[in-house]
């Protein structure tokens, strides 16, 4: 009897072993820290800033947020930035909606992680968030793939706390998305962009874009599973629902208006656009380019099996969509 405990115990080690190894190969989350520039500046005392902005400079190490304390006419600016009544508004209200960023960091561990081991050629290491003044939205979240780097405009990512300002003049259908919900998939997007492959610029397609941001879609579905489909693709579940429902006839309406290998980009912007609806279809959802690549790409990568790395620098969105056998 006393054997057979034994063995039982040996065995159940054992199987305990073999699963934490299996898991521990199975995308290990990144140790992600990101650093709040907008606290070194707003929360220093001026005569310490120079030094906290070297300190930065360092940890940071990137041309997203470059910083010269030498520099008296820079110091100067960055003075008036952040003594502006306004802009201290925004950043107080941010600070109330991100005191901390712990919760950011343990997403983004967790999808980076999975990332890296799909492509290794992923390899994000610097991140910092900063208050912009919400100067350029299209511009909240930059990545520089050399450096390892990315910028956050953590403000942007608080609007809907700034009613008073109405919204600094972002239209409703922006605002809606300018949230926590939104920030971790927003930033994995952000990355994926980076490493998807286009043709030359002169020879893009509206195929070439449906199928770059399907596959920026179904590189979060790899990196994000449980994030909801609504919140990778930016819409609300009504629009999601339009889309699912009135795919056929939106494809339909591409191939009808000989719109897939189309090079001038104001006969499709509509389609493309952030925008709250597509004017060409009632009620509808906006960019339908992206929902109906990602479909494509996620019929692809049935049909092929083919790596994350060989995906990504794929240019020929013709062959894809051929080889999707995509048919709505």
Same mark, same amino acid.
């Given at each position: +009897?006393?054997?057979?405990?034994?063995?039982?115990? =040996?065995?159940?080690?054992? =199987?305990?072993?073999?699963?934490?190894?299996? $898991?521990?190969?199975? /995308?290990?989350?990144?140790?992600?820290?990101?650093?709040? %520039?907008?606290?070194?500046?707003?929360?220093?005392?001026?005569?310490?800033?120079?030094?906290?902005?070297?300190? %930065?400079?360092?940890?940071?190490?990137? @041309?997203?947020? @470059?910083?010269?304390?030498?520099?008296?006419?820079?110091?100067?600016?960055? *003075?008036?930035?952040? /003594?502006?009544?306004?802009?201290?508004?925004?950043?107080?209200?941010?600070?109330?909606?991100?005191?901390?960023?712990?919760?950011?960091?343990?997403?983004? *561990? &967790?999808?980076?992680?999975?990332?890296?081991? =799909?492509?290794?050629?992923?390899?994000?290491?610097?991140?910092? &968030?900063?208050?912009? !003044?919400?100067?350029?939205?299209?511009?909240?979240?930059?990545?520089?793939?050399?450096?390892?780097?990315?910028?956050?405009?953590?403000?942007?990512?608080?609007?809907? !706390? +700034?009613?008073?300002?109405?919204?600094? /003049?972002? @239209?409703?259908?922006?605002?809606?998305?300018?949230?926590?919900?939104?920030? #971790?998939?927003?930033?994995? #997007?952000?990355?994926?962009?980076?490493?998807? #492959?286009?043709?030359?610029?002169?020879?893009? &397609? +509206?195929?070439?874009?449906?199928?770059?941001? *399907?596959?920026?879609?179904?590189?979060?579905?790899?990196?994000? @599973?449980?994030?909801?489909?609504?919140?990778?693709?930016?819409?609300?579940?009504?629009?999601?629902?339009?889309?699912?429902?009135?795919?056929?006839?939106?494809?339909?309406? %591409?191939?009808?208006?000989?719109? =897939?290998?189309?090079?001038?980009?104001?006969?499709?912007?509509?389609?493309?656009?952030?925008?709250?609806?597509?004017?060409?279809?009632?009620?509808?959802?906006?960019?339908? &380019?992206?929902?109906? *690549?990602?479909?494509?790409?996620?019929?692809?990568?049935?049909?092929?099996? $083919?790596?994350?790395?060989?995906?990504?620098?794929?240019?020929?969105?013709?062959?894809?969509?051929?080889?999707?056998?995509?048919?709505?």
């Amino acid at each position: +009897m006393h054997n057979n405990n034994k063995t039982t115990v =040996l065995a159940l080690f054992a =199987l305990a072993l073999a699963f934490l190894c299996s $898991c521990g190969h199975n /995308g290990d989350a990144k140790d992600v820290e990101i650093i709040r %520039f907008e606290k070194v500046l707003f929360d220093t005392p001026q005569e310490k800033l120079p030094q906290e902005l070297q300190i %930065f400079a360092t940890q940071y190490a990137s @041309p997203l947020l @470059p910083v010269y304390p030498n520099d008296a006419t820079y110091m100067m600016q960055l *003075g008036q930035f952040v /003594g502006d009544p306004t802009v201290r508004d925004i950043y107080d209200i941010t600070m109330s909606q991100y005191p901390d960023l712990h919760w950011l960091e343990k997403e983004l *561990g &967790t999808a980076l992680g999975k990332a890296e081991e =799909l492509d290794e050629e992923i390899n994000i290491d610097h991140f910092a &968030t900063y208050v912009s !003044g919400l100067s350029d939205y299209e511009q909240r979240i930059a990545v520089d793939r050399e450096s390892g780097s990315i910028r956050i405009s953590i403000d942007h990512y608080a609007v809907k !706390g +700034m009613e008073k300002y109405s919204y600094f /003049g972002l @239209p409703v259908y922006i605002v809606e998305r300018c949230d926590s919900t939104h920030l #971790a998939s927003d930033i994995m #997007a952000a990355i994926a962009r980076q490493y998807v #492959a286009m043709p030359d610029e002169k020879d893009v &397609t +509206m195929l070439d874009i449906m199928i770059s941001e *399907g596959k920026v879609l179904y590189f979060l579905d790899q990196v994000m @599973p449980k994030k909801a489909e609504a919140v990778k693709i930016r819409y609300s579940e009504e629009q999601l629902e339009w889309m699912r429902k009135n795919e056929s006839n939106v494809w339909a309406y %591409f191939i009808q208006n000989n719109l =897939l290998y189309e090079k001038d980009f104001s006969r499709y912007h509509n389609f493309v656009d952030e925008a709250p609806k597509t004017n060409a279809f009632k009620d509808s959802a906006p960019r339908t &380019t992206h929902y109906i *690549g990602w479909q494509i790409v996620r019929q692809y990568m049935e049909q092929t099996k $083919c790596s994350m790395k060989e995906l990504f620098d794929n240019t020929n969105s013709q062959s894809i969509l051929q080889i999707s056998k995509y048919k709505p």
